[in-house]
């Protein structure tokens, strides 16, 4: 059905439409502001991206997570089945070798002091004439290679003497002299023994002590190897804590062999760390427990002190069987004085000498037994986690003057 159109007053059917038309328009702008305006969920402030949910692997997603539509803000419940960690092999326990031929094993690493001290003053020794000239290059000699200035007297003066009483030698007879020189001055008859045995129910305890950098955790860690490789059982004490990093190296260590590692937080006292692995110790009835220390200056006092008081506190609830002290041969006679302050603060029972693979200055070990009237126990013949030794004077002075 068809609206007649008036055309008489089209000019009228005009005019009401276009008011109609420009109400209408009107009337649908405002309805769309309000729209826009109060529409339910309106965000004041232009929409932020919503923070990430947590994401879990793809397998381990509960079903259904993560595929609500965009801008959802929720974050994941929590997964209805346990997630199960990932598997990590526990680290591989090593079983290291025992202690004993260790320095014949590791020999050669002499190499060095053996060419440079031994074979000169071999030679020396063997030339037809000795005079002035000479005995001064072997007493050079002697003290290039730290032997320390008495030592190297006596050792001239005997020297001396002997060949004298020989007159001619033979290259076998210059070995055998100097050998016996060198032996005496080394002392076989000192007691070596590294005091590590248990008392009753009670561990033994070694407080490892030094200067920065000679080698106290290293040492620390293989002779927790070496023990372990005769048969006992270690508890090690990260008593460095100036740094993490110092607890984790010895961590290493003590995981590789099966030891227990007590530690403390960084900056904590070192004495309370000492203490709890002594009581570690003694709570699970282990042989020794080795106390690894921060390095720390013999000049300076407070460290000095606090290195006391780790003494006393461990002595509270044991007692220290060893005090060895860290010594790194290639420092030579700086090393010397270092000894006698560490010493006086807390009374060293045996030395390490680490480092010896690496110098020409094996007579190091004749002048620090002599300073300090304390045998060397140990020997470091190299970075690896087997090259530390009991020291044994026959092999070490062999070693220097070849075969
Ligand atoms: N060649 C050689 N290197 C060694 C020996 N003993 C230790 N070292 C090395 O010396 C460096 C220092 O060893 P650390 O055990 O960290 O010394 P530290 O005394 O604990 O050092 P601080 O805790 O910083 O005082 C490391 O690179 C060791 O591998 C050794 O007998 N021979
Ligand atoms: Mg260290």
């Known amino acids: 059905m068809t609206m007649p159109v008036d055309l008489e007053n089209w000019h009228l059917v005009d005019g009401y439409l276009g008011v109609i038309v420009i109400v209408a328009v009107v009337a649908l702008l405002a309805a769309g502001g309000l729209f826009l305006l109060f529409r339910p969920g309106r965000k004041a402030a232009p929409p932020v991206k919503p923070p990430e949910p ?9 079903a259904g997570a993560g595929e609500e539509g965009e801008g959802a803000t929720t974050t994941l419940p929590p997964p209805a089945v346990p997630v ?63 032997v320390g200035v008495s030592p190297t007297r006596v050792m001239v003066e005997e020297l001396r003497t002997k060949v004298k009483v020989l007159g001619t030698r ?11 020189q060198l032996l005496a001055q080394v002392n ?6 590294l005091r590590v045995q248990k008392h009753g129910d009670r561990p033994a305890v070694v407080l490892v002590v030094g200067v920065n950098g000679t080698g106290k955790t290293t040492t620390t860690g293989k002779l927790a190897r070496a023990l372990v490789g005769d048969g006992k059982k270690v508890v090690l004490g990260a008593a460095d804590t100036f740094r993490a990093a110092a607890a ?27 203490f709890d692995a002594t009581a570690r110790g ?38 220290v ?19 006698q302050v560490f010493g ?29 009237g304390v045998p060397v126990k140990l020997v470091g013949l190299g970075e690896g986690p087997d090259d530390l030794a009991p020291f044994d004077p026959e092999v070490f002075v062999d070693a220097i003057l070849g075969d």
């Not at 947590?54 to 509960?62: A, D, M, V």
């Not at 079983?95 to 053996?114: E, F, I, N, T």
């Not at 076989?188 to 023994?193: C, G, Q, S, Y």
């Open 170 to 180: 033979t290259p076998e007879e210059v070995r055998k002299l100097l050998r016996e």
């Open 321 to 339: 069987d060893e005090v060895l002290l860290v010594l790194d041969a290639t420092t030579g006679q700086n090393g010397m004085r270092q000894a």
């Open 248 to 274: 984790d190296q010895l961590q290493t260590w003590g995981e590789r062999v099966g030891a227990d590692v007590v530690r403390g937080p960084e900056g904590s006292d070192p004495a309370s760390v000492a």
């Open 282 to 319: 003694i709570e699970e009835k282990v042989d020794a427990v080795i106390v690894d220390t921060a390095g720390r200056l013999h000049t300076k006092t407070g460290l000095m002190d606090e290195l006391g008081k780790v003494k006393r506190v461990i002595e509270k609830k044991a007692t």
């Open 84 to 146: 199960t960690p990932a598997v990590v092999a526990p680290p591989e326990v090593e079983v290291p070798p025992p202690s004993a031929g260790r320095m014949v094993r590791l020999r050669s690493r002499l190499a060095r002091s053996q060419s440079a001290f031994g074979r000169g003053l071999l030679e020396l020794l063997s030339r037809d004439r000795l005079d002035d000239e000479v005995w001064d290059e072997i007493e050079e000699n002697l003290i290039t290679a730290d």
């Open 54 to 62: 947590p994401t879990l692997p793809e397998e381990k997603r509960p």
């Open 344 to 372: 006086e603060v807390v009374n060293i029972t045996g030395i390490a000498l680490t480092k010896l693979d690496g110098t020409a200055k094996g007579g190091i070990v004749i002048s620090v037994q002599r300073e300090l």
């Open 188 to 193: 076989p008859d000192l007691d070596r023994t």
